[in-house]
């Protein structure tokens, strides 16, 4: 992708571009102006990056309806396997961060431990919640433009009275983040059941990063 072809795609997720602002910002400002380790830059300016863009996305998945549903689907299909790409590469890097503190925490005390830990702890919140949010909003951007393509709908929602909004996408999403499974919604496209295998695996080792990580941070407090 070129670096024109990335901007475009940033343009078309405004919050998103933000988030991004926000985060490397304020990791500059952390790293170069207080005495933070780098990996304690690096986890605050992605929860405070990572908590402004959920909190806009669920403005926005609380008010949109179908109509605007189908519009960002439109504009924002260029470009929506680099976010995904992106979104892995952003977690490869929060996770080698929490290890570094984890590793770290080993050897302090009283409430600088304490400190690292419960940052440790809300970087894991956060990011679980990024990942299916993003997936959320795939699904339903793949959905709609499946719409607008005449072509069928990769999922079938049980309720067919009504067009499935973007909470409908998030309980999909989150289900396979926490079950594996899709739960009473029909995957009907190929390319839909790719998708879903991907985040189904993914989902995996993270949920299973996440439980090492506890059980280490459990180690920790009981030290």
């Not at 290890?99 to 304490?114: C, M, N, P, R, V």
């Not at 499974?181 to 295998?197: E, F, Y």
């Not at 989902?203 to 990580?213: G, H, P, V």
Request: charge should be neutral; glycine fraction near 6%.
């Amino acid at each position: 992708m070129t670096a024109l072809s990335f901007v475009r795609t940033l343009r078309t997720r405004p919050w998103l571009s933000r988030a991004i602002a926000l985060a490397f910002g304020l990791g500059t400002l952390l790293g170069t102006l207080t005495d933070l380790r780098l990996s304690q830059s690096v986890l605050i300016a992605w929860n405070s990056a990572a908590v402004f863009y959920l909190i806009a996305l669920a403005r926005l998945m609380m008010t949109a309806n179908t109509a605007d549903m189908r519009r960002r689907a439109e504009t924002q299909d260029v470009g929506k396997w680099t976010i995904l790409g992106l979104t892995g590469a952003a977690i490869g890097v929060c996770v080698v961060a929490i290890a570094s503190e984890l590793i770290s925490a080993h050897d302090e005390t009283g409430f600088s431990k304490g400190l690292d830990l419960a940052l440790v702890g809300a970087t894991i919140v956060t990011t679980w919640v990024f990942v299916h949010t993003t997936f959320a909003l795939h699904y339903a951007h793949a959905y709609y433009i499946a719409i607008r393509r005449a072509e069928p709908p990769p999922l079938k929602f049980p309720d067919t009275d009504c067009e499935p909004d973007y909470l409908d996408f998030g309980y999909f999403a989150f289900i396979i983040g926490t079950a594996a499974q899709t739960a009473d919604v029909s995957v009907a496209s190929k390319a839909m059941r790719r998708l879903n295998l991907g985040h189904a695996v993914f989902a995996f080792f993270y949920n299973t990063t996440i439980l090492a990580l506890c059980i280490n941070i459990a180690a920790s407090l009981l030290g």
